[in-house]
């Protein structure tokens, strides 16, 4: 595994503006390394440390964390060598920038294969829109639509991301206060939007594969249409949802087909429909299905 590793090219900086991002793929050998200025977390699907990585990661990496991937959801990564992260620390992306944590457990701050998805939030909302991002986690959608100019409203379960989220904003010059932040269920809110009237230029669907909550119970592979159908009835005509699914064992074909059907549920037409696919660096199993879809 030593040679195969060493052989293969650490991945570059996507752009100067960019301090985090994949660095290292390979998910045949089961070891992914992403940069977080100049920080290393490594993960692997064996419960052990790739010790060659270390002389890979020298003049790369001040400090490496490591955490096996089975314990991912619940376990914040080690130190493994050079020095400890003892505090939260700042990344950029494509300009903008994020609060990292390594202590934080269930993800560090920034899922890094939603990085295009991002930069296409930025590059395509505009001042005075209404921007829904659900889901939001530390609200990298949501900073991206603000910095471009657009309102934004970021939902939820957690109110320590949302917290995040707001940090996030301060850290980037937004104005949370002139912002809105919605705490609970994100299906139950996406009613209650429809109730209220309220609608969306621009609306991010990114639901993690299982959530329970309450009344709800949502699988991404049986119930993305009817997730979709609660976003179709806010979206402004001309306007677009961003559907994501990180779900290995869904087909992008049935995904693409579930979204299509959650539209059409709510009597509206698909204008276009495009699939970025992942950054170039998440190479082999494309898992993080993306759709972006104008709505007429
Ligand atoms: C996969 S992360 C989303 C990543 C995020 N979109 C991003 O790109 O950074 C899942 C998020 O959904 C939230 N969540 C899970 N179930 C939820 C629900 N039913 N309503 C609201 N938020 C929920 C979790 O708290 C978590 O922050």
Known sequence: MQLTVAL???????SPDTT??????????????????????????????????ESLSEGVAGSIYWRPRDKAAATAPVHVSGNEVTERFVV?????????DFSAGYSCGIFLDQRLNRRWVGETARPGQR????FAYTG???VMAALAGAGTTTADLSKTYLNWTWDNFTLNGLDPHAHHGVRGDVFEW????ARQGRTFHGIVLDPPTFSRNGKTNFRTDRDYADLTALAAALVEPG????????????????????????????????LSCENPGMP?????????????????
């Open 92 to 100: 950029k992306e494509n300009g903008a920038s994020f609060w990292i």
């Open 190 to 193: 996406l009613r209650t939007f």
């Open 140 to 142: 990298g959608f949501s």
């Open 131 to 134: 921007i829904l991002n659900t």
């Open 8 to 14: 293969k090219r650490l991945f570059p900086s996507p």
């Open 239 to 270: 306007g677009w949802i961003l559907c994501c699914a990180n779900t290995h064992g869904l087909t992008s074909s049935l995904f693409e087909r579930d979204v299509i059907q959650g539209i059409r549920k709510q009597r509206r037409r698909v």
């Open 20 to 53: 985090a991002w994949r660095i290292y793929h390979d998910a045949i050998a089961g070891i992914w390394v992403d940069h977080f200025d100049g920080r290393w977390l490594v993960q692997t699907q064996e419960d052990q440390f790739p010790g060659f990585l």
């Open 280 to 296: 170039p660096e998440f190479n082999g199993d494309d898992y993080l299905k993306s759709l972006r879809v104008v709505v007429e």
